[in-house]
C-alpha cells in the first residue's frame, strides 16, 4: 500500500486539460482508474471497518462518516492523486484545501435525493460565484451502476439552473475506482439504490483556501497521521493556510499573547 510520504508524481497535463475543460463547460468529469487496486482495497476494509455499529442517517437512506482522511492514510493518498490534485488547482488555485471527505454509502431501497448544490453547508448567505469555488469527488468503492443509485448530475447547472427539475440530469455511471468530480454549484443528488448491497462512495471537496471548510481538519487530525503527512497533504488538511498573509513558505507566524491557551499539543503550531 502506498503510503503519504511517496513523492508526487507528475500528472499530464494534456489530462488535466481535458478534465477541467469538462468541468468548466459540462460542470463534470470522470477519471477512470483512479483509484488504485491497492488503495480501493484499504479504503473498503476500513469503511467496513468502521460500518460496524455505524448509525444510518435519520431518514435510514444512507450510512454518513465524515473525516475519512483521518482513518486511514489511503484516503490521503487519493485525495492528493497527481492528476485529481492538479485538476482542481487549476480550477480552484494552487492552494486550494479539503472541505471534507465524507462516507456516503447508500442503502439498498433508499429513495433519491432532491436536486442540490452543495453550497447549503454554509448557509443561506452564500451567494452564487460565477466561477468555481469548490469541486466536488464522489469516489466509486462500489461499481456506480443505474440500478445501485449512481450519483445524478445536471449538465451546465453550475452555470445556469434554469433547467433543472426534479429527474432532470444523468447519471454517472463508472466502475469501482473510478471518481466522479463535479463543481459543487451544479446541481446533482444521490439516486435510489434498487440493488441489494451498498453502494459506497466517498464524497471528498475541495474548496478555494479562503472558504471555510465543513472538517476542521487541524483540530480533528490523529497527531501520529500528521507526523507523517506529507507537506501536501498537510496544505490539504488546512495546516498552510492559518491566515491569507503568510510568509513565503506558507506558513504564518502567530505572535501568542501572554496569556493565550493554544488550541493544539503541539507546543509550536506555527512548525506545520
Ligand atoms: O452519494 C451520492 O451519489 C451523492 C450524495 C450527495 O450528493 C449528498 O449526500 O449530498
Known sequence: MSTMLESPAVANEQQVAHHQEQLRTQGYTIFHDLISPEH??????SIDAHLVGQAETPDRQQYHGANLVAWDPAFCAVAADPLLLATCEGLLGDDCILSSCNLGARLPGCTPQNLHRDTGIWGGA???????IGIQTAWCIDDFTLENGATRLVPGSHIDPAEVTPGSGIQAIAPAGSVIAFDCQAYHAGEANRSNALRRGVLTLYIRSWIKPQTDHKRSFPA?????????????????RQS???????????????????????PEPWAY
Request: zero cysteines; aromatic letters at 12%.
Open 244 to 266: 491569507p498573509v503568510e510568509l513565503p513558505d506558507g506558513t504564518s507566524v502567530i505572535i501568542p499573547a501572554p496569556s493565550a491557551t493554544y488550541f493544539y499539543d503541539n
Open 40 to 45: 480501493l482495497a484499504a479504503i473498503r476494509a
Open 224 to 240: 501520529d497521521l500528521i507526523a507523517t503527512a506529507s507537506p501536501q497533504v498537510l496544505r490539504l488538511l488546512g495546516f498552510r
Open 126 to 132: 452564500m451567494p452564487f460565484m460565477p466561477f468555481p
